[in-house]
């Protein structure tokens, strides 16, 4: 059992999968539906840290942060805008109709570009916010404009976060779980409370 340890520690897992898998993990959460459960947030504030600890180099990795947060939302807007109507057009679900594209259009139309830069520090909307900016057809230049705006503060400054923090702070890596854990948990809280308040109106 002690190979299935290295999934439940950020640390031994980033050591593992090195460069390649955080650019796998960072690309897939940002544009593929089947990146929903991916942990991105921790894997670059864990990252971040490694490199201050010299067992990765920060430069590379803030490259690879960037390139792949702003690689996956793109993908994760053509997916959306090419298989989107398509699959919208069934009309024996509540979720996937024609009406739920005119809302998403009108949607993208007035929160659009604040929705794109903010969704990246936020759990499950992450993935699924480049995915309906391409449903509602928001401007492709538009999208890609807040798109690289939204990798670069989230990209890397998590990166650099994690980063600095184990620079400056001497056996952060003694808490580096318990942080992971509360980036996680922070990140949750404002949707699920959001989520919260529509239901009870």
């Known amino acids: 059992m002690a190979h299935l340890s290295v999934f439940f520690n950020p640390t031994a897992l980033i050591q593992t999968v090195g460069y390649v898998g955080i650019a796998a993990v960072i690309f897939t959460e940002s544009g593929l539906l089947i990146g929903i459960v991916l942990p991105g947030d921790s894997v670059l504030f864990t990252a971040g840290f490694l490199a ?27 997916l959306g ?11 024996d679900s509540i979720f996937l109709n024609p009406g739920n594209i ?6 993208y139309e ?3 570009t604040k929705t794109i830069v903010l969704a990246r520090f936020i759990p499950v909307i992450r993935t699924l916010a ?3 900016a391409g ?19 989230w990209g890397i400054g998590v990166t ?14 003694r808490y580096i779980i318990p942080i992971v854990l509360l980036i996680i948990f922070s990140s949750v809280i404002p949707p699920a409370y959001n989520y919260y308040r529509q239901h009870r109106r």
Do not use: C
Request: a positive charge; zero cysteines; charged letters at 15%.
């Open 52 to 78: 201050s600890q010299g067992l990765l180099s920060i430069i590379p990795l803030l490259i690879i942060s960037f390139t792949m947060a702003a690689l996956g939302d793109n993908v994760g807007y053509w």
């Open 160 to 173: 650099f976060t994690g980063y600095w923090l184990g620079a400056v702070i001497p056996g952060i890596d």
């Open 130 to 132: 480049p995915l309906l």
């Open 110 to 112: 007035e929160h659009g």
């Open 102 to 107: 005119t809302r998403a259009e009108a949607f």
């Open 81 to 91: 805008k090419r298989f989107g109507p398509s699959v919208f057009k069934r009309k």
């Open 135 to 153: 449903v509602g057809s928001m401007h492709w230049r538009t999208f890609m404009t807040y798109n690289l705006l939204g990798a670069f503060i």
